[in-house]
């Protein structure tokens, strides 16, 4: 599927690192280096503005090497990028850990997956058929 985009960055478009790989990496497009502060928070721009098909979402989320090395997510994990949105791709930062983290202009910062979706309509009812687990949720089905 062809997904049309405007980069306004210095940096090459995200793209696939492996043959499966269903995320592509966003970078950091900025000016400066990024200083995260433990337990802070900022919202990074990457520079690219995309035109989804309808029926189709962006989710933008953490990689799993930052999180791992260095405490770093994605804080709304995952952001959704509806197909009418077409602002800059930003990715909602947050430094979980205790040591002061500094990203370098172009770094890869998190992962952009597109996936369909599908579009419900509400049935009221007045009850639910009824399932083995029936209202059992957190933790319900073991550790």
């Not at 430094?95 to 990203?103: G, K, P």
């Not at 997956?113 to 949720?137: C, F, N, P, Y």
């Given at each position: 599927?062809?997904?049309?985009?405007v980069?306004?960055?210095?940096h090459?478009l995200?793209?696939?690192q492996?043959?499966?790989s269903a995320?592509?990496d966003?970078?950091a497009?900025?000016?400066?280096?990024?200083?995260l502060?433990?337990?802070?928070?900022?919202?990074?721009g990457?520079?690219?503005?995309?035109?989804?098909?309808?029926?189709?979402?962006?989710?933008?989320?953490?990689?799993s090497?930052?999180?791992?090395?260095?405490?770093?997510?994605?804080?709304?994990s995952?952001?959704?990028?509806d197909s009418d949105?077409?602002?800059?791709?930003?990715v909602l930062?947050v430094n979980l850990?205790?040591?002061?983290?500094?990203l370098?202009?172009?770094?890869r910062?998190?992962?952009?997956v597109?996936a369909?979706?599908?579009?419900?309509?509400w049935?009221?009812?007045?009850?639910?058929?009824?399932t083995?687990r029936?209202?059992?949720?957190?933790g319900?089905?073991?550790?």
């Amino acid at each position: 599927m062809d997904v049309r985009i405007v980069n306004h960055s210095k940096h090459p478009l995200p793209s696939y690192q492996t043959i499966e790989s269903a995320g592509m990496d966003l970078r950091a497009n900025t000016d400066e280096d990024i200083t995260l502060n433990p337990m802070e928070r900022k919202l990074i721009g990457t520079g690219l503005h995309i035109e989804l098909p309808v029926g189709f979402e962006a989710q933008i989320r953490p990689r799993s090497g930052l999180a791992y090395k260095f405490g770093i997510t994605v804080l709304n994990s995952p952001g959704t990028v509806d197909s009418d949105y077409r602002g800059e791709l930003k990715v909602l930062l947050v430094n979980l850990s205790e040591q002061t983290v500094t990203l370098k202009d172009g770094e890869r910062i998190a992962q952009l997956v597109v996936a369909r979706h599908e579009k419900i309509t509400w049935m009221e009812a007045d009850s639910l058929t009824d399932t083995e687990r029936g209202q059992g949720g957190y933790g319900s089905t073991g550790r």
